[in-house]
């Protein structure tokens, strides 16, 4: 980011803030629809048409819309654009994880040396989540990114229920009906999953009841289907994203034992997450991707560069293939409004999703709902029905699913929500990590455009060198990521204003400027992963 598009940023938070002194709160005027950053995609659905201000209107084909009169505070009375050093670290490194996982887990041999992760808001409450665990029952361990939107309560569910469907999925016959017979005597039941949590993580206990309900229902349709060995880690991925978003549908539809449980399914079904879930099994790594997240392999190639592999694609309409398979899905006729704006029936950016049930129920089944005596504004639900809302349902969240085989030159995954991807490219992200990893900052040749240039822009080229060869300010490589993704100039070195202005914006404009941001590094045993092709002599190429 350049100097002149960082003053102007300042210039404009200074001229959007207004102090109301004696009150000792900071009220900012809601910002023009517009107004967005070149680089941060605004996914949050936002109310296209200009309803009455009173709050509660019908919209012409008697949907509910609801608009909130926004007002935003901070409990400072001036702003301080200039954090210390020491400051920024504490608000980078506040939600920073390392786990390092033993080689032999009692059962098998893992791949996976270790992962970090972490995350820095955009959102106040964070719309981002993160998940990793061990299957038990079964074998290996899973990753996931979830990017919540229109709130965080989809992601939230997310994260905490479909790791549990899809080790469920992968079980035996005999571990299902192991499970099965201790819950129907009220015996202790073994554990699915060992969680790596976060120390300040989220956890919702009200709903677990019902959410063990529905995973049980589950489990008993995989027993009558009577699959002895289980079924395979991609069809069990697949199947785990479909039921789930189908049982957030139902339970947001039937009748619940309180008004707790109900509001809080009626706000998971109605908010949405995109998803991208990893399953590492000895050298087999499973991606299934839901959503614009991404998941990106690190490779050493056997000339010593780093390259990127792309195990994902971006399902919006940036996507060609998307595009076209969202509009073939809907009649001729609703070619040209499916998706405009690059936005699914202008309002959302990505077209593969969790929840979301305002793009797939009917409008008649979303009136009959949100008429039964919610109280929406409460809830945090603004409801808005597209004018072409003709065909539902727009939106599914059947994952692309992608199968590697692991490589000893294959070091590291990259597992992050687009926060990162609109700033860095997946070339960056890599060379980011192999750096922090080998301690070798990478110089890129010089091209041949640069063999011949003038003063100036050998100081240019000169500044962009210098940039690379200074060190980690991060032990955590995913503390390193987004920190380089925020605070870098045009020459890829870390400035201090920069950095301070991204962070200390208030929070009503923190998310024009950025997203939430989210991300996990897994790295794996090279030398496990070798040892298993020598043992099975395999080949890797």
């Known amino acids: 980011m350049s100097s002149t598009v960082l003053c102007w940023i300042l210039r404009r938070v200074k001229n959007e803030v207004v102090c109301l002194r004696g009150q000792h709160r900071l009220y900012s005027r809601c910002l ?138 992968l079980m035996s016959q005999k571990n299902l009906e192991e499970i099965e017979f201790a819950m129907e005597h009220m015996k202790p039941v073994l554990p699915i999953l060992q969680w790596y949590k976060p120390i300040n993580d989220y956890i919702y206990r009200k709903p677990a009841s019902l959410y063990l309900d529905h995973l049980r229902v589950f489990w008993q349709e995989l027993i009558d289907h009577d699959n002895a060995e289980g079924m395979s880690t991609g069809d069990s991925l697949a199947y785990a994203f479909k039921r789930l978003d189908s049982d957030i549908s139902l339970e947001a539809q039937v009748p619940l034992d309180s008004d707790i449980m109900r509001n809080m399914a009626i706000q998971v079904a109605f908010a949405g997450s995109t998803a991208c879930v990893a399953h590492v099994d000895n050298i087999d790594l499973h991606v299934a991707n839901s959503g614009d997240c991404r998941a990106i392999l690190g490779v050493l190639e056997e000339d010593g560069c780093w390259s990127s592999l792309p195990l994902t694609h971006d399902h919006n309409a940036l996507n060609p293939s998307e595009l076209a398979r969202v509009r073939s899905e809907h009649p001729k006729s609703e070619e040209n409004t499916v998706v405009t704006r690059d936005r699914l029936l202008g309002l959302l950016m990505p077209l593969r999703a969790f929840g979301d049930v305002c793009f797939k129920w009917s409008k008649e089944l979303q009136q009959s709902i949100l008429e039964s005596g919610f109280d929406l504004e409460t809830l945090d639900i603004y409801h808005y029905a597209p004018p072409n809302y003709l065909s539902p349902p727009y939106l599914n969240v059947d994952p692309e699913l992608t199968y590697h085989k692991l490589r000893p030159q294959d070091k590291f995954l990259i597992l992050a929500t687009d926060g990162l991807w609109d700033m860095l490219s997946n070339d960056e992200a890599v060379r980011l990590v192999a750096e922090h990893l080998t301690g070798i900052h990478l110089e890129e040749p010089v091209a041949a455009s640069e063999r011949q240039v003038k003063l100036g822009q050998m100081h240019s080229l000169l500044l962009k060198r210098r940039a690379r060869a200074v060190p980690s300010h991060d032990p955590n490589v995913a503390t390193h990521l987004i920190r380089n993704s925020i605070g870098t100039n045009e020459y890829g070195e870390i400035e201090q204003v920069q950095l301070s202005a991204m962070m200390s914006l208030p929070e009503d404009l923190t998310r024009m400027y950025r997203d939430d941001i989210t991300v996990t590094v897994v790295y794996f045993n090279s030398d496990l992963i070798k040892a298993h092709y020598k043992e099975n002599n395999l080949r890797f190429l």
């Open 32 to 169: 023009s629809p517009n107004h967005s950053s070149s680089k941060v995609k605004r996914k949050r659905m936002k109310l296209l048409s200009s309803p009455s201000q009173t709050g509660l209107s019908r919209t012409d084909n008697s949907v509910f819309s609801m608009r909130k009169l926004f007002r935003h505070s901070s409990t400072e009375e001036e702003l301080q654009f200039q954090l210390t050093p020491v400051q920024i670290n504490r608000i980078l490194r506040a939600n920073e994880q390392s786990v390092k996982i033993p080689e032999f887990d009692g059962k098998n041999l893992n791949p996976v040396l270790k992962f970090e992760s972490n995350q820095l808001p955009a959102n106040s409450p964070n719309e981002d989540r993160r998940s990793a665990a061990t299957c038990l029952q079964t074998k290996g361990m899973l990753f996931g990114v979830f990017d919540g939107h229109a709130g965080y309560a989809c992601a939230q569910a997310v994260s905490e229920r479909l790791f549990y469907y899809i080790s469920v999925a």
